[in-house]
């Protein structure tokens, strides 16, 4: 099986590198294309892929093709894309917003696979959602599965306004996750803890309770329950947020990550 991945971005390096670290494909096998000059020289001195700065060499006699550039390029890559194409290719997008159908229209083949990675990925802690077209077997999507799982784990959905949900939910979420962070990391310094002290107080506080919650099968409710004890700080502070409506604030602010989603696919 032989994997191309078009825009060696941020998205694209972390997929690929995902997948070349996997025993599933060797080094060999994984191809790279970008337009940029200096990011191809850098790439090809790694030697960690097999660097393209054309697609001739590249496209045809690739099984898989991974997706990688912003959205705003997609429609220039198509043009040049389409000479090239059979039909028996996958192509995976990892771009925001474009709707497989814009995708089967553009590249005129109906296999189509789209997803909504996230950030995590970066460190193998990703979770992507993905939806394929009907034309995608059932061994095709599980071969896919198992590429965009190199970069942590993935979930399947039914449709794609589920890919569009979780642009707001875990797409736009590590942005949520940072906001409260550093709002807690201000807390930190304000009450005159030193910057290193304040970022171990919020760093272990986040990564000790993720690891709680993941232990067993209690909601993040139950644990506050569990920890606020009546009258007591915890139960202070809860009361302050619920006061303040801050689980209401944080629903709508996914909501609107999601409702741009869907806005920017119409586009
Ligand atoms: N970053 C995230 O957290 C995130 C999350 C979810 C989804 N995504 C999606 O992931 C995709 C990539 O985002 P990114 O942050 O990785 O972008 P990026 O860092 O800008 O990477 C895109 C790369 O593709 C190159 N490129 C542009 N046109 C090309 C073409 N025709 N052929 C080949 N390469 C081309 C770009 O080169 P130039 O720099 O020269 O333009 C750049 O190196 C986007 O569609 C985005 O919606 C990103």
């Known amino acids: 099986m032989k994997v191309l991945v078009i825009g060696a971005g941020n998205m694209g ?31 090809k001195q790694q030697s960690q892929f097999h660097v393209y700065d054309t697609l001739d060499d590249c496209l045809p006699k690739s099984d898989l093709v991974f997706i990688a550039v912003k959205p705003y390029h997609s429609a220039d890559l198509f043009k040049i894309m389409t000479p090239m194409l059979n039909d028996d290719q996958i192509f995976v997008s990892l771009m925001a917003g474009v709707t497989i159908e814009t995708i089967q229209q553009q590249l005129g083949k109906s296999k189509v696979v789209r997803t909504m990675p ?19 077997s059932r061994v095709e999507l599980l071969m896919v599965r198992n590429l965009l799982d190199t970069t942590g784990t993935s979930i399947h959905v039914n449709t794609e306004k589920f890919i569009d949900a979780s642009t707001g ?49 209690m909601s993040p409710k139950s644990w506050i329950e569990k920890v606020a004890s009546k009258g007591g700080t915890t139960q202070a502070a809860i009361d302050s947020m619920d006061d303040n409506n801050v689980k209401q604030l944080i629903q709508d602010a996914a909501y609107a990550a999601f409702d741009r989603a869907v806005e920017l696919g119409k586009k």
């Open 118 to 136: 996230n950030l995590p990925a970066q460190v193998g802690k990703g979770v992507t959602s993905y939806t394929a077209s009907k034309s995608v």
């Open 169 to 217: 939910i875990s797409g736009s979420g590590p942005a949520y996750v940072f906001y409260f962070m550093q709002s807690m990391l201000d807390a930190a310094l304000k009450m005159g803890f030193s910057a290193y002290d304040s970022k171990v107080l919020v760093s272990n506080t986040f990564e000790g309770a993720i690891e709680l919650f993941n232990q067993n099968d």
């Open 13 to 43: 390096l972390t997929y690929a590198e995902g997948m070349a670290n996997s025993p599933l494909l060797t080094k060999h096998k994984l191809r790279i294309f970008d337009t940029d000059p200096k990011k191809i020289e850098t790439l």
